[in-house]
């Protein structure tokens, strides 16, 4: 059946409309797929700008970082080559100076046993001040040649057991004679049953002659040093206290430091290299155990400590001090 004419026009002006629509969608489309493609081109070509830009960065920076590793390395080479020189120099100067000290210790010696009796001689003062500064000069001499082992991985501990009751027994006395020039008292207290360690005797000795002499030189005129011991399996563990100026909590990490000395008690004159500590923490970590201190602070004196395994062993449990 055909339509009436105005069915027909409207079916043309719907047919053309759709294919106008049609055609506009293509166009439309392919000019914003054109734009979109210029677009991604454009961000493409941006980003590859952007990437060629920070991969210049990132070269230039690894240029400078590699200089600034090779300038570190080369540091490091020269700090290690001086630190080997300073060891050498001060194993050189403390094994030269040892003989003329000796031969001035050992004259000095003769002289005083040749020359008149009498403790108001000026003689015998001067001779005898003589042998007291070559003994600190020798006790200085054996600190250097210390470190120097220590730095050149030389310093090796002799393992024997002994009885440590002894070992203090000995240091306790022998540093009488400093605590009574100084009107110091020096308490020892005395474990009721032997301890016997495997150690290194004289290294341990060393250990607390250094303690006991630093709490004398530091406590005040007639002023109090206790020295102490006991037994807690596996460990040996042994206090040395004193009254005297005490640590800042600041300090009692820098005290154990190379040539480190504490200024807390400005009154007293500066003795020794600052080695002494620093020593006996070499020695007592070479035992395996442990060294510290403790302090209520200026004023409230110090309480120095070390604790090593009585038999040398793996790992063992830390005791408590």
């Known amino acids: 059946m055909v339509g009436t004419p105005w069915q027909m026009v409207v079916a043309y002006v719907v047919i053309i409309a ?11 489309k392919k000019f914003v797929l054109r734009k979109m493609n210029r677009t991604i081109m454009k961000a493409e070509h941006n980003y590859q700008q952007q990437i060629a830009s920070l991969q210049m960065q990132l070269s230039g920076k690894v240029t400078v970082l590699e200089g600034m590793v090779n ?8 700090l290690t080559r001086l630190n080997e020189i300073r060891s050498k120099f001060m194993s050189i100067v403390a094994h030269d100076l040892r003989q003329p000290l000796s031969s001035i210790q050992g004259f000095a010696s003769v002289l005083m046993m ?19 500064a ?35 027994s000995d240091v306790v006395t022998l540093q009488a004679v400093n605590a009574q020039k100084k009107g110091i008292f020096l308490q020892k207290y005395d474990y009721p ?39 807690e399996d596996p460990y040996l563990v042994c206090r040395v206290s004193d009254n005297g100026p005490g640590i800042l909590h600041t300090e009692k990490e820098k005290i154990f430091q190379k040539f480190h000395q504490s200024d807390n008690n400005r009154n007293l004159k500066k003795q020794g290299w600052g080695l002494g500590l620093s020593i006996a923490q070499e020695i007592v970590n070479a035992h395996g155990g442990e060294i510290g201190v403790e302090s209520a602070g200026l004023g409230q004196g110090a309480m120095f400590w070390f604790t090593i395994p009585k038999v040398p062993v793996a790992s063992p449990a830390k005791p408590t001090v």
């Open 18 to 28: 759709s294919s106008l629509s049609l055609l506009t969608y293509w166009i439309t």
């Open 71 to 78: 300038k570190l390395r080369l540091s490091n080479q020269e």
């Open 114 to 132: 040749d020359g008149p009796q009498g403790s108001g001689n000026n003689d015998q003062i001067a001779l005898n001040n003589i042998l007291k």
């Open 134 to 168: 070559t003994d600190n000069m020798n006790m200085l001499m054996a600190d250097l040649m210390d470190i120097s082992m220590i730095e050149s991985g030389r310093f090796k501990m002799d393992g024997q057991p002994f009885t440590f009751n002894t070992l203090v």
């Open 193 to 231: 049953k032997d301890i016997t360690v495997t150690a290194d005797r004289f290294r341990l000795s060393q250990v607390l002659s250094n303690l006991i002499g630093n709490a004398i030189k530091f406590a005040p005129q007639g002023g109090r040093v206790e020295v102490s011991y006991y037994d």
